[in-house]
């Protein structure tokens, strides 16, 4: 499960949905351009990313599927309040079905913080509506304020080696990141640090990470070349890091910013967390029903998402709603940070809940020369 999402104008909007519901046919539907892919429980970090979402509902099967209800619990907890709900492929299907399923959509959403959401029947592939869609984006999504003046920091959801095979070593170019800028402002020629960094161990055997440091020598926003980019969209960043660092999305997870303005990196966090009441996002046969979310227990194996980083995490201790997580791979973030929590059930990973981050332990991190 996954979400894809676009900017239109000045918002950052996400599609949601449960899989083949019709999120990519959606986004070139509306912006003409193929969506970003993004782990579903980085929604959890909303404003990181998304300042509204399409939930996405084919009316060609029934309501809820597993996944939706997994997604909008955790619009739930992000509590993003500017939801837009889509009955989609309303081409395939009679007109009396479509009402039965706009009824069964309301229900689904009664009492939910998606309740009073439009709700807008649409063809994507055949762009029925869309134009209701976008006006609609347009009147009950406001753009959201951004800061300009802090230091910038960014959030790599891809990274790539440009590089074509058999090129000569003076066209060699460095490696480019993908990502959504949080904050500030980057500009070309400016000095940036990237963290965690790159993963080695020292001679004891221990975890080493050492940050990137690098220049900005060229900003994109599609095709556009900038000379400087601001919060609100997907950015290119090119830059003089090795593009063997970066080839095949190797520095997805990794933060930008200022030399020394990063955040610490964590290699243990204390988590203040809640669990939903009901094991979501996982399919159930015939009149089963689905089944509780079980307590922490200690030594258990969690997958961790804050923002668009990804880690394992291992169960050392739970007292109450607080435990301590040792974590596979470091991760740079900060107190009060949301975490979601996903447990392995058969083979999936459903979400579990939430948390956010109280303390921790650091590494410590060299310093630029």
């Known amino acids: 499960m996954d979400t894809r999402w676009m900017q239109l104008k000045g918002r950052r909007i996400g599609t949601i949905g449960h899989v083949a519901h019709g999120k990519s046919t959606v986004v070139k539907a509306i912006s003409s351009v193929q969506g970003h892919d993004i782990l579903m429980a980085t929604m959890l970090n909303g404003a990181a990313i998304m300042d509204g979402a399409l939930l996405l509902i084919a009316s060609n099967e029934s309501c809820p599927q597993p996944q939706t209800s997994e997604l909008l619990a955790a619009v739930e907890i992000m509590k993003l309040k500017h939801i837009i709900i889509l009955q989609n492929k309303i081409d395939l299907i009679q007109e009396s079905v479509a009402i039965n399923q706009h009824e069964s959509i309301q229900m689904f959403i009664k009492g939910t913080i998606a309740d ?37 920091k960014m959030i790599f959801i891809r990274s790539f080696d440009v590089n074509k095979p058999g090129a000569e070593v003076e066209e060699i170019k460095g490696g480019v990141a993908g990502g959504s800028i949080l904050r500030g402002v980057l500009r070309v020629g400016q000095k940036i640090e990237v963290r965690p960094g790159i993963t080695t161990k020292d001679d004891s055997g221990g ?13 994109f926003a599609e095709k ?44 243990e966090l204390e988590v203040n967390f809640f669990l939903l009441c009901q094991l979501l996002g996982v399919g159930t046969k015939g009149t089963e029903k689905q089944g509780k979310v079980s307590k922490l227990t200690k030594s258990e194996v969690l997958m961790l998402n804050i923002g668009s980083m990804s880690t394992g995490a291992r169960v050392i201790a739970v007292k109450n709603d607080l435990a301590k997580l040792q974590l596979t791979t470091p991760v740079c973030t900060s107190k009060e940070e949301k975490v979601a929590l996903s447990r392995r059930v058969e083979k999936h990973w459903p979400l579990i809940g939430w948390g956010k981050i109280q303390a921790g332990a650091v590494i410590e991190i060299p310093q630029a020369v």
Not at 136 to 143: G, S
Not at 207 to 214: L, M, Q, V, Y
């Open 116 to 152: 009073g959401a439009p709700l807008v029947p649409i063809s994507a592939q055949l762009k029925y509506n869309i134009d209701v869609v976008c006006e609609y984006i347009v009147k009950k999504i406001p753009i959201p304020v951004r800061d300009f003046v802090s230091t910038p």
């Open 207 to 219: 975890i080493k990470r050492t940050p990137i440091f690098s220049w900005i020598v060229s900003l």
């Open 224 to 267: 556009n070349e900038l000379q400087f980019a601001v919060p609100g969209g997907l950015i290119g960043v090119g830059t003089t890091i090795d593009p063997t660092l970066t080839q095949a999305d190797s520095l997805v997870c990794q933060v930008l910013g200022e030399v020394g303005e990063l955040p610490d990196v964590f290699v």
